[in-house]
């Protein structure tokens, strides 16, 4: 487990009900990830506070593995 994150978020531990609860007044957008991606069959949250924008990557486990805050959200047919 990892402490110490952004919006006391811990790798490893907080689980998607976790966060879904805790940035509900965000609109939070939940999809699936695909079978070729870094966490295969995984969930993706996606959400907006303030001028940025943050993704939550979960395992198939519903374990949060990754944590990404970014001013825009990267087009993936850009490359």
Known sequence: MI???PF??????TTIDEAM?????????KSKLSDGSFYSNGTKLLF???SHY????Y??????????????IPDPAAG
């Open 59 to 72: 395992n198939d486990q519903n374990l949060l593995k990754s944590l990404s805050i970014m001013r825009f």
């Open 54 to 57: 943050i993704t939550l990557s």
């Open 8 to 13: 006391n978020l811990v790798l490893n531990k």
């Open 48 to 50: 907006k506070k303030g």
């Open 21 to 29: 609860a805790k940035f509900k007044k965000y609109n939070v957008k």
């Open 3 to 5: 402490s110490g994150l």
